[in-house]
């Protein structure tokens, strides 16, 4: 494998923890580390924790002593340090204090509870070097306890500290002594021949007492090193090696797939498997009830279209984790054949029917393993929960088109439309429109099933199946706003995209008189601002007629007004011809109520979709491309492709100027299903600008991207805000089956030949011509842009 050689000013993401592919972690109590190369205080090469915020800080890092020249600054070293190998619970990196003085040092993460490390300290001088070694930790609590304190345990000198219910010790070998230098340390004086080394480990371990702690700690430090090491090398071997024409992408797709492993949790007794979390750091990983029902959102379960993605970064490395991922939701589904859109380790439910991606998923799965047997448990199961989507409780007024239910069901945070907690949004209810994302994504899982229901010759189900295509085709494209050139969301019983217009506005309680008649039906947003943020307990009546002419008298209860703040929406159930008059109850006399008509014409990438399922032809495919996609004006910007159209307010710091790459590795196959080959490259190209000037700056991928500015924003080392290694490689028309199998298609768009290594294959793909080189040494060459599956005859 690759040895690296990354120093503080190129692309990093130095978060480790314990991998559930070694062993059970905890998802309730798991210690996450960052590594930082420079900095901090005092300046040092430093690895840290908060132990999910049960302190303010605990930092390890090494100090050296030769002469009367003490050193930690790693801005002071002769050679400062650079990090060698990353694994998701490993780092191993070089350094050179001293001239002479070459040292290694390596960080495992064996378990949740536990940290531990190997410093290796050689002479390549001619002359006996005489050095004092310390590994310090300053843990910062409380004012009172911010200090790690020496004692002897089983006559050892360790280093113990208290943090919340831990209780923390460190342990190191080779006999050390407590120094009484300027911060707490364990330190041992060494003479090292010409030539010669010297080895030392170190473990940390947090449990509830301190001799719990001592007892793990000299187990851990009493494990085979090398064995373990060697162990991750082959747990590791699978990751896609890639080199491009430029050290920063390659860097930043191995930490991606890094970062993706290191998302993986548990297992535990509420999921039949392991599943992810969309952040792991280090104020994560603490659940103070003790079960994990009070993580926060980033680590209360798995969804779709966040599962999706990150299986795009370890395909075809770990298909067993894909399937295992896929077999979490199929465990919650009803009879039904509702499957639940959140599953989470400590049983949590989203309580809303699952993103429709799942058959996409599971035919990824296939297509590396080729195991029908997979396929033949799986597909009834998507065919049912495919079915669901169609009943009554998904579709609401029975024209067989679903609405969604939730905004985060179609995994989107934020929406102009639909985004209840975002001032910026009107805040209108999702369920009462249909949308083509939602559209195309059914579409798209009724054509995977048809594929399987061939590949299984389970043929029964296809015509209905494709009755129901055609309808969802028929919905989308009657949405067709020829003006935008973009598909429009549309109201679910009037079919219609209306604009907004402010009919009416009051202050305080009473009613608003309307007396207006509509040509076409209305839904309504009603808006309440009040000058404070105490929920009002409002009840609102809307008089109007509805489309056969009958009179309505709608009434909103308080229970149907979500306050956030100092403001709330609602939108009507009802669609009116006319209205007549609103009254008002239950707000404060200096409240501001604002009636309107709900507008479905804003934009958002979402909107897309269609393009990833192959719904337009390719006339109007182009027309959406062109003078949408690709106009600066709108989408296409510096730094990807944006939530929505910048607003002509608050600029670049609003929602709307943020990108995901998630949303954006959807949209790049859209392009590339339509032949827009070169420009799903330049997209994949300014999505790794961002991309790397993150990973510089701040060591970290972002969320999401400003699409202006490359700034990331957001959660740091969020899953959403990954390289997009799987575009790459679908743009790059390479699809990794097994070290003997490969599927090429088209030619390489990028400016420089790309390597691939996989397990022994190497793949050289130039500009019109691919190299495959099979782990026994065979080669073949191909030239021709067509797809080609090519596989070695008899691999050994």
Same mark, same amino acid.
């Given at each position: 494998?690759?040895?690296? &050689?990354?120093?503080?000013?190129?692309?990093?993401?130095?978060?480790?923890?314990?991998?559930?592919?070694?062993?059970?972690?905890?998802?309730?109590?798991?210690?996450?580390?960052?590594?930082?190369?420079?900095?901090?205080?005092?300046?040092?090469?430093? @690895?840290?924790?908060?132990?999910?915020?049960?302190?303010?800080?605990?930092?390890?890092? %090494?100090?050296?002593?030769?002469?009367?020249?003490?050193?930690?600054? !790693?801005?002071?070293?002769?050679?400062?340090?650079?990090?060698?190998?990353?694994?998701?619970?490993y780092l191993a990196l070089s350094c050179t204090p001293y001239t002479g003085i070459e040292v290694g040092i390596e960080y495992w993460v064996p378990e949740s509870q536990a940290i531990a490390g190997r410093v290796q300290i050689k002479n390549s001088r001619l002359s006996v070097r005489q050095l004092r070694f310390e590994w310090g930790a300053i843990l910062s609590t409380t004012p009172e306890k911010n200090r790690m304190s020496p004692q002897e345990m089983e006559a050892v000198t360790v280093l113990c500290g208290q943090a919340g219910n831990l209780s923390p010790v460190l342990f190191m070998t080779g006999g050390p002594q407590f120094s009484?230098?300027?911060?707490?340390?364990?330190?041992?004086?060494?003479?090292? %021949?010409?030539?010669?080394? =010297?080895?030392?480990?170190?473990?940390?371990?947090?449990?509830?007492?301190?001799?719990?702690?001592?007892?793990?700690?000299?187990?851990?430090?009493?494990?085979?090193?090398?064995?373990?090491?060697?162990?991750?090398?082959?747990?590791?071997?699978?990751?896609?090696?890639?080199?491009?024409?430029?050290?920063?992408?390659?860097?930043?797709?191995?930490?991606? $797939?890094?970062?993706?492993?290191?998302?993986?949790?548990? %297992?535990?007794?509420?999921?039949?498997?392991?599943?992810?979390?969309?952040?792991?750091? %280090?104020?994560h990983g603490y659940s103070p009830s003790g079960d994990g029902s009070d993580h926060s959102h980033l680590w209360n379960g798995q969804t779709p279209l966040e599962t999706d993605f990150l299986v795009g970064?370890?395909?075809?490395?770990?298909?067993?984790?894909?399937?295992?991922?896929?077999? &979490?939701?199929?465990?919650?589904?009803?009879?039904?054949?509702?499957?639940?859109?959140?599953?989470?380790?400590?049983?949590?439910?989203?309580?809303?029917?699952?993103? !429709?991606?799942?058959?996409?998923?599971?035919?990824?799965?296939?297509?590396?393993?080729?195991?029908?047997?997979?396929l033949e448990v799986a597909h009834p199961k998507l065919l049912k929960a495919l079915q669901a989507w169609f009943d009554s409780a998904q579709d609401r007024d029975g024209d067989g088109i679903p609405e969604w239910a939730h905004l985060m069901q179609s995994g989107l945070d934020e929406h102009p439309i639909f985004s209840l907690w975002q001032e910026w949004s009107q805040g209108a209810d999702i369920s009462q429109s249909e949308s083509p994302a939602l559209c195309a994504l059914l579409y798209n899982e009724i054509q995977t099933l048809i594929k399987m229901a061939r590949l299984l010759e389970r043929t029964g189900s296809i015509a209905s199946l494709q009755s129901l295509a055609d309808n969802l085709h028929s919905a989308i494209e009657a949405s067709w706003d020829e003006a935008a050139s973009m598909y429009r969301v549309w109201d679910r019983e009037t079919h219609l995209s209306p604009s907004r217009e402010i009919l009416a506005e009051r202050t305080g309680p009473g009613e608003i008189y309307l007396q207006r008649a509509f040509d076409e039906p209305v839904r309504l947003l009603i808006s309440i601002t009040g000058i404070d943020t105490t929920p009002r307990q409002t009840n609102l009546f809307v008089h109007g007629t509805g489309p056969s002419g009958q009179h309505l008298v709608e009434r909103i209860t308080e229970d149907q007004f979500p306050w956030r703040l100092r403001r709330t929406c609602v939108t009507s159930q009802r669609v009116y011809n006319s209205l007549e008059f609103?009254? @008002?109850?239950?707000?404060?006399? &200096?409240?501001?109520?604002?009636?309107?008509?709900?507008?479905?014409?804003? $934009?958002?990438?979402?909107?897309?979709l269609p393009l990833f399922a192959g719904i337009p032809s $390719?006339?109007?495919?182009?027309? @959406?491309?062109?003078?949408?996609?690709?106009?600066?004006?709108?989408?296409?910007?510096?730094?990807? @492709?944006?939530?929505?159209?910048?607003?002509?307010?608050?600029?670049?710091?609003?929602?709307?100027? &943020?990108?995901?790459?998630?949303?954006?590795?959807?949209?790049?196959?859209?392009?590339?299903?339509?032949?827009?080959? =070169?420009?799903?490259?330049?997209?994949?190209?300014?999505?790794?600008?961002?991309?790397?000037?993150?990973?510089?700056?701040?060591?970290?991928?972002?969320?999401?991207?400003?699409?202006e500015t490359g700034a990331g924003v957001g959660e740091r080392n969020s899953l959403s805000g990954l390289a997009p290694l799987s575009l790459f490689l679908e743009t790059?028309?390479?699809?990794?089956?097994? !070290?003997?199998?490969?599927?090429?298609?088209?030619?390489?768009?990028? !400016?420089?030949?790309?390597?691939?290594?996989? =397990?022994g294959l190497t793949i050289l793909r130039k500009k019109n011509k691919t190299r495959i080189t099979f782990p026994g040494g065979q080669t073949t060459v191909v030239k021709s842009p067509d797809p080609h599956t090519v596989e070695l005859d008899n691999p050994r």
């Open positions: 494998m690759r040895t690296w &050689n990354l120093t503080a000013n190129d692309p990093g993401a130095y978060t480790i923890a314990a991998d559930p592919r070694c062993g059970p972690t905890d998802y309730t109590n798991d210690h996450i580390w960052e590594l930082s190369l420079t900095g901090g205080e005092p300046a040092a090469l430093s @690895i840290t924790t908060t132990y999910g915020l049960r302190a303010r800080n605990l930092r390890l890092f %090494p100090r050296f002593v030769e002469g009367d020249t003490p050193i930690s600054d !790693p801005d002071r070293f002769v050679e400062p340090p650079r990090v060698q190998c990353f694994y998701p619970n009484f230098g300027p911060f707490p340390s364990l330190a041992i004086d060494i003479e090292i %021949p010409p030539g010669g080394e =010297r080895q030392f480990t170190w473990v940390m371990v947090s449990l509830e007492s301190h001799q719990e702690s001592f007892a793990a700690a000299r187990s851990i430090a009493a494990r085979p090193w090398e064995k373990e090491v060697a162990y991750l090398e082959v747990l590791n071997a699978g990751l896609v090696e890639i080199e491009t024409g430029d050290a920063d992408w390659d860097a930043a797709f191995a930490l991606a $797939q890094k970062s993706a492993y290191g998302l993986l949790v548990g %297992p535990t007794d509420r999921l039949p498997h392991a599943s992810f979390v969309s952040s792991r750091q %280090p104020d970064q370890m395909l075809p490395a770990a298909p067993q984790i894909a399937a295992d991922l896929l077999a &979490n939701f199929l465990s919650t589904q009803k009879q039904s054949g509702f499957i639940d859109w959140r599953p989470g380790l400590a049983g949590q439910l989203g309580g809303v029917m699952a993103t !429709p991606i799942l058959a996409h998923l599971a035919w990824k799965v296939y297509q590396v393993t080729e195991d029908r047997r997979f609103i009254e @008002i109850r239950m707000i404060g006399p &200096n409240d501001l109520v604002s009636v309107e008509v709900v507008d479905l014409t804003q $934009q958002d990438y979402s909107l897309f $390719q006339e109007r495919a182009d027309q @959406i491309i062109q003078e949408a996609l690709l106009n600066p004006e709108r989408y296409w910007r510096a730094f990807g @492709i944006p939530l929505c159209p910048s607003p002509t307010d608050e600029g670049e710091t609003h929602p709307c100027t &943020n990108t995901s790459i998630l949303w954006n590795s959807l949209i790049g196959r859209g392009l590339l299903r339509y032949g827009y080959r =070169r420009e799903a490259a330049e997209l994949v190209s300014r999505l790794m600008t961002a991309v790397i000037s993150n990973l510089e700056k701040h060591k970290a991928f972002a969320q999401s991207y400003n699409v790059l028309g390479v699809r990794l089956i097994s !070290p003997s199998k490969v599927a090429l298609e088209g030619h390489n768009p990028f !400016p420089w030949p790309v390597t691939i290594h996989y =397990r």
